[in-house]
């Protein structure tokens, strides 16, 4: 059984850092994709960054050079380090994880950027 457990979020001013954290169990670690999906109240869920296997990565337009995806393979755990954090930030945050023809979700992680 393939479970993914998200850590993290919380409440931070504007220009503060958050680092999120996906732990995933019941998979073989690094799958094929990995990555994150934010959802604002009232939004559609957004693609946010993606990590493949061999370690390529590709970011939203609105998280480019801001947002920075890793991973920890011996803890298949993925992390998502969010720096210079804006009110439209604020959303839920969900990692995903690729493996094959099959995807997985977390349980979601609230980001809210506020003073």
């Known amino acids: 059984q393939v479970q993914l457990v998200e850590s993290g979020g919380g409440l931070v001013q504007p220009g503060g850092s958050l680092r999120l954290s996906c732990e995933a169990s019941?998979?073989?670690?690094?799958?094929?994709?990995m990555g994150w999906y934010q959802q604002a109240p009232g939004k559609e869920r957004e693609f946010v960054v993606m990590?493949?296997?061999?370690?390529?990565?590709n970011y939203a337009d609105s998280v480019k050079g801001r947002f920075t995806i890793s991973r920890d393979n011996a803890k298949n755990t993925v992390f998502l380090q969010m720096n210079s954090l804006k009110p439209e930030d604020t959303a839920v945050y969900y990692c995903?994880?690729?493996?094959?023809?099959?995807?997985?979700w977390g349980q979601g992680t609230q980001v809210t950027v506020s003073s």
């Open positions: 995903y994880i690729r493996t094959g023809s099959n995807v997985y």
């Open positions: 019941g998979i073989i670690f690094p799958a094929d994709h």
């Open positions: 990590l493949t296997r061999q370690g390529s990565t």
